[in-house]
């Protein structure tokens, strides 16, 4: 369709992705979109042609979200195939996910403000029966709002969801609805199979007008008509006018926490879904393996089944890669236990894992720590080498950090 809401030239095509948690997958699906990772992905990154049709952008943050694939990999490959300026677009797209995770990591009270935020919510909803039924008509996609019911619907049916729809949905959600942007927060981080504490999070408060205070995002009805083609158009059924919302608390930024080196005798390798590529960590093969996750921890609420099945399996899928074939990750909440028993198994005292950023893993890891100091093992987090070199830039907006791309990319050996 061609008319004052699409440009000409779009290239579309059916093509919907197999979102399967092995690396493999990902590694393919990072080889089909490399070739358009340049002026193609720029010039349609972004319109939601719908989830049959993501020719125009890459899907490929559930395998990120996991490391399945990592930040640096999806670099090198882009840059092996187009110029920096040219894939400018995607490039800046990678290196947002980096920020976000960058930008918690030094403001952790933003996580357990979220999570005291959405206990409080569940609670009022609890009390308040409109709202309630709101909120299940929010989640089930009967609003009647075009677009956004059917967002809601294919988010719970597929685990995914195009970016843009993503803004749409969450400004309709606090502003429209006028619902409680932690609940929204969370219904995304249980069904998105790219659930990521950081870029989650930050991304509902930046529509909200919470990280760039006093700066909110409107959905409108033209551009969504524009950047679906036409296919919604909720005419006189968005607020016309929003107002950025606010809060009390201040987040003072901390350090980024030390990580540690890799020990000089045996260790046991733990793989977390914040890493599932360990084999490109290790100096040497280690005593023994654990795989544990941490979705259950994530909400309160009942979990995609789909998003739990792609955490799972991604774990999974690393552990049949350094070779124990067939062995599943433990979903436990007693973390210390599985450690200590895994541990004396491999007869070590030393356990190695990725480092885990602000989030359930990490969580679950600190609790478990005082534990594993009595039971004298020595817990090591190391963390990847492009993360030290991202992370410490993303202090305050992302305009800056954009600024630091180039410095990021130079100290990788990727500069033009």
Known sequence: MNGPETLPGLERAPETVDFQPTRAAGLARLDRFNSRAGQHYARQRNYDFGPDQRINVSALSPWIRHKLIAEEEVLRATLARHTPSAAEKFIQ????????????????????????????????????????????AAVTGRTGIDGFDQWAQELAATGYLHNHARMWFASIWIFTLRLPWQLGADFFLRHLLDGDPASNTLSWRWVAGLHTKGKAYQARVSNIAKYTEGRYRPEYQLANAIE??????????????????????????????????????????????????????????????LAANFAQGAVADALDRVGCLGKQPVSSND??????????????????????????????????????????????QIRRGYDDLAWPYATKGFFGFKKKIPRVLADLGLSA
């Open 244 to 305: 950025p919302l606010s809060e009390d608390q201040d987040h003072p930024i901390r350090s980024i926490p030390v990580a540690y080196e890799f020990p000089d005798g045996d260790f046991l390798l733990l793989i977390t879904e914040e890493d599932c590529s360990p084999e490109s960590l290790l100096p040497r093969p280690p005593a023994g393996y654990l795989g544990l996750v941490a979705t259950k921890a994530r909400s309160p609420l009942e979990f995609s089944p």
């Open 335 to 380: 973390w210390a236990t599985q450690i200590i028993e895994a541990a004396n198994q491999a007869q070590t005292d030393t356990v190695v894992t990725s480092y885990a950023p602000v989030g359930p893993v990490a969580s679950n890891l600190q609790r478990a720590k005082g534990t594993l100091q009595e039971a004298g093992i020595d817990l090591r």
């Open 93 to 136: 797209q990678v290196f947002w996910r980096t920020y976000f995770k960058g930008w918690l990591e030094q403001r952790p009270t933003v996580w357990t403000s979220y999570q005291t935020g959405l206990r409080a919510a569940l609670k009022r909803m609890d009390q308040h029966g409109a709202m309630a039924n709101a909120y299940q």
